[in-house]
Each structure stands twice: as C-alpha cells, then as structure tokens.
C-alpha cells in the first residue's frame, strides 16, 4: 500500500491509502461512504441522514471508487447489494480519519476554550434510569451549552452504536468482548438481589437464600446478552441446578411491575431497588449468590477527550483525577489503562439502604456545621 495524501484545489482533503498509487480523496467523499454504510446500504437514506441529494452522493461514490481503483459494493441494478472485501477495509479506515479530524476539532475547541459541543452517550436502561440522573444534573449545571444525547439499548445495541461513532460513551456491564477496540475504565461494583412480593414464601425464610430455592420458583430477570453465557444463568449451571425464567425485560420497573402482579421472582441490580419499592415488595440479598458485577465506562482508544468529556468522567467516578482519566484517554492498550487503575479501589453502588445512609450522612454533616 501507497501512503497518498491530496493535492487538489479543495479544502477537503485528507490522506488515505491506495493499493495502485497516488490517489486524491477527500473528507466529503470518506463521510458519504461511511455514511451508505451506516445507513444499510441505503443511499436515499444515507442521503436523508447527511442532508444532501441522492445523486450528489451516488456521484461522489463513483468518483470514490474510480480514484481508489476498487469496487467498494457489490451491485444488484442500481441498488447497492454487499460491500466487498476491499470497501470493508476502506470504511474501516473511513472511520479512523473522520475521528482524527473530529479529535483536531476537539483539540482546537479546548485551546480556544469553547464550552460548547456536544456528548452523545449510550448506555443501559438500569445507568440511565438509577444512576446517571444525578451525574447529567451536575454536569448540566457546569456545562449548560453542551447538548446531551443519551441512548438506552442492549450491549449489542450499544456496541454497534459506539462502533459506528454514532456516540461518544458506551456505559455497561460486563459483555466486554463486544467492546476491546475501546478503553474501559470501571467506574462501580454491584450486585444483584432478588425481589418478591410481601406475604410470598422466600420472604419468609429465616436462614439466607440459596440458589436451590430460588430455582423452585419460576423467575423475573434482565434480558440475557446474545454474546455468550451470562453470570446468571452459570451460577445456576455451576449447581447443577436449571433456572425457570418465565419473563425477561430491559427495563427493571418492568421487571418490579411483574413481580407485583406475581409472575415470579425478580432478580435485578442492587440500585433499582427504591426506598419507595419497600411499600410492597421486599428485597432479599443475593450477593453470594451471583458473582460482583462491575459497571465501566468506555470510548474509542484513539479519540481526543475534550475538557467536558474529562470532566463528565469525573462526576461519573470521582475516585478517578481528571489527570488520571486523561492518562487513561492517552494509553495505547488496554492493558496499560489496567496497569494504570489497578490501585484504585471501586465504589459498591447499592440502592435503597445506600441511599437512606447517605441521606443520613448529609444530616449529620448539617447538623455538625450547625
């Protein structure tokens, strides 16, 4: 492969890569393809998402390809059918260019100190709904002129997102096979606990419960990844024991609403459990029961953390300095950014019980200033 970098008389060039030789591309051209892309190899759609025409882009996709000397599609008629071998690696590198010039944005925002811009994040519903309320308010306040864009999905869903730099932050738990072309940074531990309603039969038990009880009753979870086993269903393995999972939901009010019309047994984060909750439901400890699960936060190992980025991190996880979140940004693997974090001990994120105590905290902390 030849290094090439454009020439012509056009402020969109930018260096790519040829297998004939010199080539011209410009930065127009390589967000158009990763645009078709990204829009199922749609051109009306691509065209709809990038606010220009049809032809306009078909035009600059012909142009593309006649100056890199390779076909990047595979036709049926006029329609796009499959990308080949040689435009999976073109898009690929696309992406790589449209993030650096994205990063040089980024670069020239902070030196010139703008506060404004944007940060897209996509994360679970349980992060969403129970713990980054708090932290998006904190960060609102210090930075009202950036826009926040926050989408919930699966692991697969957010993957895809992050992957296909639609957004910023991926935040998850676990699933980190989906994720080892980014930089995680574990932010909390946490466990699950199971949820039954007042009255019912393991609410009753004096002695804690075991995974065999629990697998007597038919039960009310998460939906599982479609990546591999989960910790849930191999703690059970592990006993030999099957669990009867009757009902599963993103959503872990969802997952509460079933559990009170008595569908089953809920297992469920530690903090979607409300002090509220305790009106009719009863939470039963099952940290020995499933193994601690740990909530991380992850973005592209080549993308540039602009000053609010940095600081979002560090609302999200305060035992980290933004100098260390920066360190983190500039390592080159993954193993360096656990090299790096490896003396830094966790928070346990709980729900109910860890509020009550911290609300208790804060009143004898006003009651000491007088």
């Known amino acids: 492969m030849v290094i090439c970098i454009g020439g012509r008389n056009s402020d969109e060039e930018a260096a790519f890569s040829s297998v004939g030789g010199l080539c011209r591309v410009t930065l127009k051209q390589l967000k158009y393809l990763v645009g078709i892309a990204d829009s199922g190899l749609n051109i009306?759609?691509?065209?709809?998402?990038?606010?220009?025409?049809?032809?306009?882009?078909?035009?600059?996709?012909?142009?593309?390809?006649?100056?890199?000397?390779?076909?990047?599609?595979?036709?049926?008629?006029?329609?796009?059918?499959?990308?080949?071998?040689?435009?999976?690696?073109?898009?690929?590198?696309?992406?790589?260019?449209?993030?650096?010039?994205?990063?040089?944005?980024?670069?020239?925002?902070?030196?010139?100190?703008?506060?404004?811009?944007?940060?897209?994040?996509?994360?679970?519903?349980?992060?969403?709904?129970?713990?980054?309320?708090?932290?998006?308010?904190?960060?609102?306040?210090?930075?009202?002129?950036?826009?926040?864009?926050?989408?919930?999905?699966?692991?697969?869903?957010?993957?895809?997102?992050?992957?296909?730099?639609?957004?910023?932050?991926?935040?998850?738990?676990?699933?980190?096979?989906?994720?080892?072309?980014?930089?995680?940074?574990?932010?909390?531990?946490?466990?699950?606990?199971?949820?039954?309603?007042?009255?019912?039969?393991?609410?009753?038990?004096?002695?804690?419960?075991?995974?065999?009880?629990?697998?007597?009753?038919?039960?009310?979870t998460y939906v599982f990844s479609g990546t591999g086993e989960s910790s849930f269903k191999r703690a059970f393995r592990e006993q030999g024991l099957?669990?009867?999972?009757?009902?599963?939901?993103?959503?872990?009010?969802?997952?509460?609403?079933?559990?009170r019309m008595g569908m089953g047994v809920g297992v469920i984060a530690s903090m979607a459990f409300e002090c509220a909750d305790r009106e009719d439901l009863v939470a039963l400890d099952a940290s020995q029961l499933f193994p601690r699960v740990t909530t991380w936060l992850g973005f592209p190992r080549d993308m540039v953390l602009r000053g609010y980025m940095v600081d979002f991190v560090h609302l999200f996880a305060p035992h980290y300095t933004p100098r260390l979140i920066r360190d983190a940004a500039r390592a080159q693997t993954q193993e360096e950014v656990d090299e790096l974090l490896r003396s830094i001990p966790l928070p346990l994120k709980g729900g109910c019980e860890q509020e009550q105590a911290t609300a208790a905290a804060v009143r004898r902390a006003e009651v000491e200033r007088g």
Request: avoid cysteine.
């Open 44 to 220: 009306t759609s691509a065209a709809e998402r990038l606010f220009t025409s049809q032809p306009g882009i078909s035009k600059q996709l012909k142009q593309l390809e006649a100056e890199l000397g390779v076909q990047l599609f595979t036709r049926k008629g006029k329609s796009l059918a499959a990308i080949t071998p040689a435009g999976r690696e073109v898009i690929a590198r696309a992406r790589k260019i449209l993030r650096e010039v994205g990063n040089i944005a980024s670069l020239a925002s902070d030196l010139t100190a703008e506060l404004d811009g944007t940060l897209s994040i996509a994360t679970t519903h349980t992060q969403a709904r129970y713990v980054l309320p708090e932290v998006i308010r904190g960060f609102r306040e210090r930075y009202p002129r950036v826009d926040l864009e926050l989408h919930q999905g699966t692991s697969e869903q957010i993957a895809e997102l992050i992957s296909t730099n639609k957004v910023d932050f991926a935040i998850a738990t676990g699933s980190q096979d989906l994720f080892s072309h980014l930089t995680l940074m574990p932010i909390y531990h946490w466990h699950r606990i199971v949820l039954v309603q007042k009255g019912h039969p393991l609410a009753k038990h004096t002695k804690p419960i075991d995974l065999k009880s629990l697998a007597e009753h038919p039960l009310v």
């Open 242 to 259: 099957e669990p009867r999972v009757v009902f599963t939901a993103r959503d872990a009010d969802i997952i509460k609403t079933y559990v």
